[in-house]
């Protein structure tokens, strides 16, 4: 979408599009948005960063991504709507059960119920019902879905509902059990990473210990000297062990629970843990940990 498009489709909305982040704003659209990268202290755009110092002093704003607004934008039933609903049935839930229930906060849930269609599946060649309803972005048909997970390695262990409900999967390299998103596999696939983050970390541990032997190396340094160099600093070949315990009472500090099973050929700084709101399995480095994403503790 260009800046022209979006600023033309918030006014069509009966939105004011403005240029800058001003104390009026209360979304922020992000193009290049990872949620990852909106850890405190990250490296942020300057209008992000502003928006942070706005939400600090206490104005509602929000950040959202290009995909979020889209959908947001498509059509009457938006994903804002669909949460709302569910949350106002688990409330009312919780209200039956009982005053101390009714006080629970309530978060997203993992799996957002069908948006049933009748658009045919964008597969060229397959004349399938697809299975989920979209005005601005591709969708497809049950087994072409699990066909692109098929092609990210990953074997879906739960039916498919809606393209944001996190499913669980299971790496068909590495075994690993964890739930993704749908649009989070197709834009790992299409930047040519595994989306198991196990495989990737493994790999991404594995290729550090590399370019760092490779550097001494090319600094010149003689294969005794390298060893002297990694037995003064660390050394990165050697999978680190010692904080195993650090990182799960970490992660319980930030409402998760380390299922005490690191990856295979990863660093024990790299661990599985689930959201004790919602149940959500990640596989993440204790980096990751700052912060719980469901409750922004
Ligand atoms: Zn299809
Ligand atoms: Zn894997
Ligand atoms: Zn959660
Ligand atoms: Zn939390």
Known sequence: MTRQMAWDAVANAGGQPAPTTTRKTNILVVGDFNPASLRPGANVSGKAAKAFALQDKGQDIELMTEADFLQVLDG????????????????AKSDEVGAHAAS???????????????????????????????RTRPTWCVDHIDAKLTDAGLRPLEEFTHPESYRLTECLSCGCQAHYRLEYVLTKTAEGEPTCRACYWAEWSRETARLQDEALQRAGLTPAEVELFYAAHGDPRIRRTHDAEGFVREAAAKHRDGLGDAPVDTDRFVQRVRCRHCGKIEVIRSNDLYHCTCCKC
């Open 76 to 91: 009457t039933s938006t994903m804002d709507e669909e949460l709302r609903q569910l949350i106002d049935q688990q409330e």
């Open 104 to 134: 629970a906060p309530t978060f997203r849930p993992l799996r957002l119920p069908a948006k049933p269609t009748t658009q045919q599946c964008n597969q060229a060649g397959c004349e399938a019902i697809a299975a989920f309803r979209t």
